[in-house]
């Protein structure tokens, strides 16, 4: 199982960054909400730096941390002036913060094999000792349901340099969805292919929120950020610490 490698970084960077793009003007204003208008985020799962760019532009300062290497190399062209970190989201030593945002499913992600209930609520504790009080905890994640059972889902999409081809299957017994990723980058006269498998695991926003509130956070659900939805069975959370 992979990490976003140097190609496939590449392309989702190029291709599928307009997620970040959309969604920033909805988390933004969750944060002015929460009266977080300056000061220290963290950003897990940071990718190739988008989100930490708005960021910085509406005034924050910005620390991204991110398991793929690649990923952290396009960040720190694309937000430079933030500060980037490779580690895994479950695992990193968290700075004290004014919040903490996760685009993407990325506690989803089971790049970290770690990745369980058990690790998530560790995880929490350790992000609800990081903030300051009033801070806030703003994520998404993909639920149990994704497809019917036996289905899979395949999707292709393309650029000026760049192929992609996905395919889904949701193992509904275990919560686990896999998606299995060829890519093709151009490189000189000819096309370089490669292979990623991502599995993620599967959790349901009101048991996320319950473990959240039982760290000490006053949570609630969305659907999407700002006017910028989510499709069915995803979930923003909203975290907040008294």
Not at 51 to 63: F, H, I, K, N, P
Not at 94 to 101: H, I, K, N
Not at 200 to 227: C, P
């Amino acid at each position: 199982m992979q990490d976003y490698q140097e190609d496939l970084a590449y392309i989702h960077n190029a291709g599928f960054g307009d997620f970040a793009l959309k969604a920033a003007p909805g988390l933004l204003g969750i944060l002015r909400r929460c009266r977080i208008a300056s000061g220290q985020v963290v950003d897990l799962g940071c990718g190739s730096g988008i989100w930490a760019r708005e960021l910085m532009r509406s005034g924050y300062q910005v620390l991204g941390i991110d398991l793929s290497a690649s990923m952290i190399q396009l960040a720190g062209r694309n937000a430079p002036g933030a500060r980037f970190r490779t580690g895994s989201l479950l695992r990193v030593r968290l700075p004290r913060c004014r919040a903490v945002t996760s685009m993407g499913e990325c506690v989803n992600y089971c790049f970290d094999r770690a990745n369980s209930r058990a690790h998530l609520k560790r995880f929490f504790r350790r992000v609800y000792q990081a903030l300051d009080p009033g801070g806030a905890f703003v994520f998404d994640i993909v639920e149990p349901g994704q497809l019917p059972h036996g289905a899979s889902r395949r999707i292709y999409r393309q650029g000026t340099d760049w192929a992609v081809f996905s395919e889904t299957t949701e193992d509904r017994r275990r919560n686990m969805l896999t998606r299995r990723i060829i890519a093709f980058r151009r490189r000189g006269n000819l096309y370089r292919r490669s292979e990623e498998t991502h599995r993620l695991r599967l959790y349901r926003s009101s048991e996320l929120a319950g473990d959240l509130s039982r760290t000490g956070f006053q949570v609630r659900i969305q659907h999407g950020y700002g006017r910028f939805r989510l499709s069915l069975g995803h979930a923003v959370i909203v975290a907040r610490k008294p």
